[in-house]
């Protein structure tokens, strides 16, 4: 087996008099592993940016004036 990321919901709710509990469990390991590569991503976009503007802003330095 393995470990999930799980959601889970719960109501109490009256069978035949009888007071249950009433769960939705849904698996959301898939999701929580998307979510995570978005945010690595976003990292990675971020850096790049910074690393394109200061390598703009060097070449402007660079330029005769």
Do not use: Y
Not at 20 to 27: K, T
Not at 28 to 44: F, G, M, P, V, W
Request: include cysteine.
């Amino acid at each position: 087996g393995e470990t999930r990321t799980v959601e889970v919901h719960c109501a109490r709710i009256t069978v035949d008099g009888s007071t249950r509990i009433f769960s939705i469990i849904h698996d959301i390991s898939a999701r929580k592993r998307a979510e995570q590569e978005l945010e690595r991503l976003a990292h990675t976009a971020t850096t790049l940016t910074g690393l394109i503007d200061g390598l703009r802003q060097e070449s402007a330095a660079a330029l005769p004036a």
